[in-house]
Nanobody, 123 residues
Framework: QVQLVESGGGLVQAGGSLRLSCAAS????????MGWFRQAPGKEREFVVV????????YYADSVKGRFTISRDNAKNTMYLQMNSLKPEDTAVYYC????????????????WGRGTQVTVSS
């Protein structure tokens, strides 16, 4: 059974930083593309960033480019999202997801999802 568990969310002031983690189990982690999505209250879930199974290929949403950094440790079956220079508009529930396909920004192409971790950025 595949499980994805996010952690690291919390409350931070604008300009601050957080590091999210996504621990995976029940799959051969090193063979899966991993992604982060987020959903703010009253809005649709949106793509944030994706990383290829090798870690060599990443793609960021324009809204987070230059502020967020995705990484993964295949030996630990864990993916990370370093979020710097946070803004109030980054407030959302952040979800990690995985797919066996090539990196994609389309949420419908992801097979497994975590339950999410809340990130709140105060102004």
């Amino acid at each position: 059974q595949v499980q994805l568990v996010e952690s690291g969310g919390g409350l931070v002031q604008a300009g601050g930083s957080l590091r999210l983690s996504c621990a995976a189990s029940g799959l051969t982690f090193s063979r899966y593309t991993m992604g982060w999505f987020r959903q703010a209250p009253g809005k649709e879930r949106e793509f944030v960033v994706v990383i290829h199974w090798s870690g060599d290929n990443t793609y960021y949403a324009d809204s987070v480019k230059g502020r967020f950094t995705i990484s993964r440790d295949n030996a630990k079956n864990t993916m990370y999202l370093q979020m710097n220079s946070l803004k109030p508009e980054d407030t959302a529930v952040y979800y990690c997801a995985t797919t066996a396909t090539y990196p994609t920004i389309m949420s419908r192409n992801y097979d497994y999802w975590g339950r999410g971790t809340q990130v709140t950025v105060s102004s």
